[in-house]
């Protein structure tokens, strides 16, 4: 099956621990997202990739932090200086960059305590 | 700033009814909008998508229109069925910009 795959479903956290999310694609994509969704918003992106070894900062990247080593990966390290981590984080890749349509992985739920 | 929005955050429908879900966009330069479906827990999934050169689209089941006079998009969905509850979004995206915006949902309880 093609798709993306995000690791692992719930998360939990103590304060001040750093933790990565992890997202698998299998689909070929050129490009590569990460949002945070909150109840009652709409999804507020924090980092994408346009290609291999390059990401740009979305709306929101403070305290987060990513990588893209391979294609088919693209891990997102929560850091402490996150101030409000708890959330449920949308990884989502589009076949090139340029591409309207972008497909979602099921998400990871994390809960910092 | 100019941004996506929805009138009403949870629609109620009967089981068999038609359901409507309204989008406003504010940005006139938007020339790309798509619906997703989330259910509880999971991540969006895409509907149906429209680009602004059309007025409306049909898919299985759901009906996207545009009005780009009132700046308005609204997803129809036919029959509504028990598997269509969920929480419905929609995002708007310009060429200048390149990247999706997305509205804060409305929340479709479909009833028996």
């Known amino acids: 099956d093609g798709g993306i795959t995000q690791s692992p479903k719930y998360l939990f956290r103590k304060e001040g621990q750093n933790v990565t999310l992890s997202c698998e694609q299998n689909?070929?994509?050129?490009?590569m997202y990460w949002y945070r969704q909150d109840p009652g918003q709409g999804l507020r992106l924090i980092y994408y990739?346009?290609?291999?070894?390059?990401?740009q900062k979305g709306d929101i990247a403070e305290g987060y932090s990513v990588s893209r080593e391979k294609k088919e990966s693209f891990p997102l390290t929560v850091t402490s200086a996150q101030k409000n981590p708890t959330a449920f984080y949308l990884c989502?890749?589009?076949?090139?960059?340029?591409?309207?349509?972008?497909?979602f992985g099921p998400g990871t739920r994390l809960t910092v305590t | 700033g100019e941004s996506v929005g929805l009138h009403l955050p949870t629609l109620s429908v009967q089981e068999g009814d038609n359901s409507i879900i309204n989008c406003a966009y504010s940005?006139?330069?938007?020339?790309?909008f798509i619906w997703y479906k989330q259910e509880s827990g999971k991540g969006p999934q895409f509907i149906i998508d429209?680009?602004?050169?059309?007025d409306k689209r049909q898919g299985q089941r759901v009906t996207v229109l545009l009005n780009k006079t009132v700046k308005h998009l609204s997803l129809q969905i036919a029959a509504t069925q028990p598997g269509d509850s969920a929480v419905y979004f929609c995002?708007?995206?310009?060429?200048?910009?390149?990247?999706?915006?997305f509205g804060a949902g409305t929340q479709v309880v479909v009833t028996p």
């Open positions: 990739s346009q290609i291999v070894n390059d990401f």
């Open positions: 995002a708007e995206k310009g060429a200048s910009w390149g990247k999706l915006q």
């Open positions: 429209i680009r602004s050169n059309m």
């Open positions: 989502a890749s589009s076949i090139d960059p340029g591409a309207d349509e972008q497909y």
């Open positions: 689909l070929n994509h050129d490009a």
């Open positions: 940005n006139s330069a938007s020339d790309y």
